[in-house]
């Protein structure tokens, strides 16, 4: 009888701490998501060719986290940015974590906070 209870109680404890660590992995499948997202697209963004059009970008890349638009003039101005740095665990992606790509009259000019800059 007493080996029976043993057996009981060493089933519910282990069943208990299994749930414990399910969870576990699924917070940490999450952060390999975001990291793996931000390496992706750093990779991407260094191997991208100037003058290349914003249609190309879209489809290795994907949308962006943000983008803006504006003219200056007869030209047109796009800025997408994507997700390339991890600042603070808030759930939330800002313009802080992100790198611009800047792209006149919708072809690809440089990327950069600096170049941005340069453009406002």
């Known amino acids: 009888m007493k080996t029976l209870f043993i057996i009981l109680i060493s089933t519910l404890l282990f069943s208990a701490l299994s749930g414990c ?3 576990a992995g699924e917070h940490d499948r999450d952060n390999d998501r975001w990291r793996s997202e ?3 697209n750093r990779e991407s963004i260094s191997n991208l060719e100037l003058n290349i059009s914003r249609a190309v970008v879209f489809d290795k890349l994907g949308s962006p986290s943000y983008s803006d ?4 003039g007869d030209d047109e101005y ?3 940015y994507y997700r390339t ?3 603070k665990s808030d759930g939330e992606t800002t313009k802080d974590e992100t790198t611009p790509l800047v792209f006149k009259n919708n072809k690809l000019v440089g990327w950069g906070d600096e170049l941005l800059s340069t453009i406002n």
């Open 21 to 23: 660590v399910i969870v």
């Open 38 to 40: 931000q390496r992706d």
């Open 69 to 72: 638009a504006f003219t200056k």
């Open 78 to 80: 796009r800025i997408l």
């Open 85 to 87: 740095q991890h600042t």
